[in-house]
């Protein structure tokens, strides 16, 4: 089993819908998680930490589920500059795990 | 200016040869790493320094080799470059507390083609 596992998707949604996926990990330890967003093969980009009471960063909403093992991010009012590759990443030791990544796709 | 940069951007080689991958950071971070990531397969870590003297392998460090010249500067090589080490590099940077796991900042990556 991989230690983090995400639905590669891809999500394709119309602007101003709503679109929601997760990330489950296998390491229950995990003591930090996060969300990147990739754009076509460039560098990820910390989109926003998660923490266990949940957190919001204007349209984008990130929990986490420490008894079932998987964090999630939303995003309400989808715009076109959404379109991206989104990774979650899970703490171990003094490292990074990261997901391959789901895609989303926001259609005009 | 960048806080951390990679050179070559983009580099195509033969099978056989000898390949440098170069980071340097401006954020005053400890901890770097090296990834390659693979369509599919994600970011996967080849080796992590925490400071100059201290590296460590990754998950997939096979074939490739790593230098701490400064605390910013960490390269990475393949010593005899193989058509399956295709991939888009990586180099990360970290804040400098041992005991948790910090945000990881990205270069721009290097495009590599053994061929």
């Known amino acids: 089993r991989k230690e983090v596992e995400q639905d590669p998707g891809p999500f394709n949604v119309p602007e101003g819908a709503t679109v929601a996926f997760n990330c489950t990990y296998s390491?229950?330890?995990?003591?930090?998680f996060f969300w990147y967003r990739q754009d076509c093969r460039k560098e990820p980009k910390l989109l926003m930490s998660v923490y266990s009471s949940g957190n919001e960063d204007g349209r984008f909403t990130a929990q986490l589920n420490r008894a079932s093992q998987y964090i999630s991010l939303l995003i309400r009012d989808s715009k076109l500059s959404d379109s991206a590759t989104y990774l979650c990443a899970v703490s171990r030791p003094y490292k990074l795990s990261f997901g391959a990544g789901t895609t989303v796709t926001v259609r005009a | 200016d960048a806080d951390v940069t990679q050179t070559p951007r983009n580099r195509i080689t033969k099978t056989g040869k000898r390949i440098m991958l170069e980071c340097s950071q401006t954020k005053g971070h400890d901890r770097m790493y090296w990834y390659r990531q693979d369509p599919g397969l994600g970011l996967r870590l080849i080796y992590y320094?925490?400071?100059?003297?201290?590296?460590n392998k990754g998950e997939i460090s096979d074939g490739y080799s790593v230098s701490r010249q400064a605390q910013a500067k960490f390269s990475l090589s393949l010593e005899s470059a193989i058509p399956n080490q295709t991939a888009l590099y990586f180099c990360a940077t970290s804040g400098s507390d041992r005991t948790s796991t910090d945000t990881q900042y990205f270069g721009p990556g290097t495009r590599l083609t053994v061929l």
């Open positions: 320094s925490f400071d100059v003297k201290d590296i």
């Open positions: 390491n229950s330890a995990s003591q930090s």
